[in-house]
């Protein structure tokens, strides 16, 4: 099984400010990872797949670099809404989601 | 447009079986890389991938759970059904259902989710 690591847990920051994330993989997964987006008591929402794909309304400012087992996703101008749970996940070998990384307003 | 929706038992004891049906609108699981899968999430915690249908009935299991899953389609009905075997605490979770994108294992479409909670 693949494990894809999360860091930080948890990422204090304020709107305006830029957000990185980091999802290292423990085998190389190509460019098969996604990034999904979770608001308390919403279902996640798909952002970037296949390392470079933004979905269907997702802003410019959502950005992905890597390949391989290292990826970070970029949020570059935080908005209100961008405050969530951030998750990776590998399509490579079987499917799995990382630990998530929590965006909290500072 | 594109909506799943969960249905099932909010609370099952120790040792049963667990039946969730999703049913979903707007696409059809007969072809052209449609998939539905199962995922879950303990609260609290990160997102665990179950099961994936896809629209030729092949289909996928989490190893670590593959002997207790059971993952079937209907299509005149639009729905997927997940079963899930001796049922313990650990499993308490949101059990969402999800539309596989088109091209990929990604999900683009996800249900509400409905809460299961194991407890006798």
């Known amino acids: 099984e693949i494990v894809l690591t999360q860091s930080p847990a948890t990422l204090s920051l304020s709107p305006g400010e830029s957000a990185t994330l980091s999802c290292r993989a423990s085998?190389?997964?190509?460019?098969?990872l996604a990034w999904y987006q979770q608001k308390p008591g919403q279902a996640p929402r798909l952002l970037i797949y296949d390392a470079s794909n933004r979905a269907p309304g997702i802003p410019a400012r959502f950005s992905v670099s890597g390949s391989g087992t290292d990826f970070t996703l970029t949020i570059s101008s935080l908005e209100p809404e961008d405050f969530a749970i951030y998750y990776c996940q590998q399509r490579s070998h079987w499917l799995t989601f990382g630990g998530g990384t929590r965006v909290e307003i500072k | 447009q594109i909506t799943l929706k969960e249905s099932g038992p909010t609370l099952v004891k120790p040792t049963q079986t667990l039946t969730l049906t999703c049913t979903f609108s707007?696409?059809?699981?007969?072809?052209?890389?449609?998939?539905v899968a199962w995922i879950r999430q303990p609260p609290g915690e990160a997102l665990e991938w179950l099961a994936l249908?896809?629209?030729?009935?092949?289909?996928r299991y989490s190893p670590s759970l593959n002997s207790r899953l059971t993952i079937t389609k209907d299509t005149s009905k639009n729905q997927v059904v997940l079963t899930m075997t001796n049922m313990d605490p650990v499993d308490t979770a949101t059990y969402y259902c999800a539309h596989r994108l088109g091209s990929a294992s990604y999900f683009d479409y996800w249900g509400q989710g409905t809460l299961v909670t194991v407890s006798s």
């Open positions: 249908i896809y629209w030729n009935d092949d289909k």
């Open positions: 707007g696409f059809s699981l007969t072809g052209g890389g449609q998939g």
């Open positions: 085998q190389s997964v190509g460019p098969s």
